[in-house]
């Protein structure tokens, strides 16, 4: 019942930012996390970060750790990416997802445990 829709994407060069929303419409889960992924053309569907929804905490990948930070909007019911000094490998399809059920903090990062997905919404970082 939970929709997930992803905005903000574009082109940027290198060095500079960007914030994408993710906009979530119907029931949601307290319990569940909710996450980015990214896809690059050729490439499987990486973990970029997550924040588990009671508790507030945070979890980011090695690779963008220095460069990303996760928000939360309640009253809009939205989740927002910011992405600081872009590179070309950002370059990617951003995917905003969530889980229907609970995910320990061990797995946040496995993308097997979210089964709702947005459309995603491209990155395209120039150089």
């Known amino acids: 019942q939970v929709r997930l829709a992803e905005s903000g994407g574009g082109l940027v060069q290198v060095g500079g930012s960007l914030r994408l929303s993710c906009a979530a419409s119907g029931r949601t889960l307290s319990s569940s996390a909710m996450a980015w992924f990214r896809q690059a053309p050729g490439k499987s569907r990486e973990f970029v970060g997550a924040i588990a929804l009671s508790s507030g905490n945070r979890y980011y990948a090695d690779s963008v750790k220095d460069r990303i930070s996760i928000s939360r909007d309640n009253a809009e019911n939205t989740m927002y990416l910011q992405m600081n000094s872009l590179k070309p490998e950002d370059t990617a399809v951003y995917y905003c997802?969530?889980?229907?059920?609970?995910?320990?903090?061990?797995?946040?990062?496995?993308?097997?445990?979210?089964?709702?997905w947005g459309q995603g919404t491209q990155v395209t970082v120039s150089s």
């Open positions: 997802a969530t889980s229907s059920g609970p995910v320990s903090r061990l797995a946040v990062r496995d993308r097997r445990l979210y089964d709702i």
